[in-house]
């Protein structure tokens, strides 16, 4: 599936796109990795967010964002 980043797509959109859960899809919205605008009780996100988020030069800095909260949630645990 290609990405328009002119087009607005839904959670479900991007879950069919980047092929991934729902609760992975909300977890992501919530930590701000995917910006996201909330119409009602649904979220609308623009192509080019989609675009940016799986840009290679992102990937290392979702990858320590994702790395930082496990060690918090890890740490809490404690």
Do not use: F
């Amino acid at each position: 599936m290609e990405i328009n980043e002119h087009e607005v797509y839904t959670t479900s959109d991007i879950q069919k796109i980047l092929k991934i859960s729902e609760s992975t899809t909300m977890r992501l919205l919530k930590q701000g990795l995917i910006r996201a605008a909330k119409v009602g009780k649904q979220y609308r996100i623009m192509g080019k967010e989609l675009v940016r988020l799986v840009s290679p030069k992102l990937e290392d800095k979702a990858g320590k964002m994702y790395n930082k909260a496990r060690r918090w949630i890890h740490d809490e645990k404690q």
